[in-house]
């Protein structure tokens, strides 16, 4: 049986975009290659994939930086690959925009049980196929709509991430509940928590960008020292 979906694979590595490629390929799915970041870009500009698999060492135009130019029109999934040595590398990647990161070497059902988490939630922000209408979730002026898949802040359409609106959906629906780290990766990455506090961490800041007038001093989104996060209503 095919799956539908296309996924892009940026490395300057031909034999790992191989490896990648055939492994996706063996699960059904269509597969894009590219070997810098500068044609990454022009592809998924071209041929709109579900998925990218990215590098972040590259020549001419390194993950980090393709990722952050996807994002400024794009709320595909971003699952980046970071050597072990590079933790820095893992950081600078969410904080450009990326989902998820895998560290090499990996195991290939390790990749691809990143790969079909990451489309579920793909689908849950924004797949032609989800047809099922839901109500909005509204805290303050803040305004999450679960049926377009969008977040309104203040009147004004503000564009996530799938990752970002799955932690929003989380924590909208229970204002003023308080979420540990390990308990918001659990539920929006779907799998066991461990050392994941820098991941939440930066996708709670960069949420914070977008929703908050001021995200030295947030309004809504709010830490609970040594606890968690939580929504408030202001």
């Keep these: 049986m095919t799956n539908t979906y296309q996924i892009l694979v940026v490395d300057d590595d031909f034999s790992i975009v191989n490896m990648i490629a055939t492994a996706l390929r063996r699960e059904g799915y269509e597969v894009l290659t590219a070997h810098d970041g500068e044609a990454a870009c022009h592809l998924v500009q071209s041929r709109h994939p579900h998925l990218i698999i990215m590098d972040v060492m590259m020549p001419q135009c390194s993950g980090i930086m393709a990722t952050m130019r996807i994002r400024q029109s794009n709320n595909v999934p971003i699952l980046i690959l970071s050597a072990k040595a590079e933790g820095s590398d893992r950081v600078l990647g969410l904080e450009a925009g990326a989902d998820d990161y895998l560290v090499k070497p990996f195991y290939q059902q390790e990749l691809l049980a990143r790969v079909k988490a990451l489309l579920r939630r793909y689908d849950v922000l924004g797949s032609i196929r989800e047809t099922k209408p839901e109500d909005q979730i509204q805290v303050g002026d803040i305004i999450l709509d679960t049926a ?22 989380v924590m909208m629906s229970n204002p003023g509940r308080v979420y540990s780290a390990e308990e918001l990766y659990e539920r929006v990455w779907e799998k066991d928590a461990y050392a994941v506090e820098n991941t939440v961490m930066v996708h709670i800041s960069r949420i914070r960008e977008k929703l908050e007038l001021n995200p030295k001093k947030p309004e809504y989104l709010k830490v609970v020292w040594g606890i968690g996060y939580v929504f408030e209503t202001p």
């Excluded at 377009?148 to 959906?169: D, M, P, W, Y």
Aim: glycine share 10%; charged share 30%.
């Design 148 to 169: 377009g898949k969008r977040l309104l802040v203040r009147g004004c359409a503000v564009r996530l991430t799938a990752t970002e609106f799955r932690i929003l959906r």
